[in-house]
């Protein structure tokens, strides 16, 4: 199974637009959003094209092929207007002998982890920053953002097939890191 995986849209209907395409364009088969989908946050300045009723829009048409875990801007009245689920703390994808804990990075994170065992991941967004960190007891994967690159980092996505993560440049899709499992 191939996952696209994507954060942080933050209401840019213009980079909304492109993740969709490029979502297509990989043939994934699954979309997985670590959260922060409508609303830009108070320290965040308005991403390009703003417009959340677009961006829900978009999601909406394609809501069975997404799993997505809450950001700490994504809320109840968010979940009003999605018509997929929005308001988990964090998804567990297996992966043959190991786990993927998918969550958006504002509660869980590499400073509060949660109870993980070596060759496991923790996959998080919320910093707007591309990462790869081993650590003792699993690795810290971070995708970016797709709207508000920070760090002077690019709008970016990864994908994963099962056995290595890539990540993409958005407006490209251009492979500039990859982590094997």
Known sequence: MKWL???????????CQK????YKNEKADKL????????????????QAYDPKKVLKMLN?????????????????DQMVLEFPILAEYAIISNDKNIIF???????????????????ILLYGHTHIPKCEKYDEFTYLNPGSVSIPK??????YMTFDGKMFEWKKLLDGNTYMRHTL
């Open 102 to 120: 998918a969550t958006h990075g504002h509660k869980i994170n590499v400073e509060h982890p949660p109870a993980l065992k070596k060759g496991d």
């Open 61 to 77: 048409d394609i809501k069975c092929e997404i799993l997505c875990v809450k950001g700490n801007c994504d809320g109840d009245v």
């Open 32 to 47: 997985l959003l670590l959260g922060d989908l409508l609303y830009h946050g108070p320290r965040n300045d308005l991403p």
């Open 151 to 156: 760090e002077d980092s690019v709008h970016s």
């Open 5 to 15: 995986i994507a954060s942080d849209i933050h209401g840019s209907a213009y980079y």
């Open 19 to 22: 993740l969709v395409e490029v």
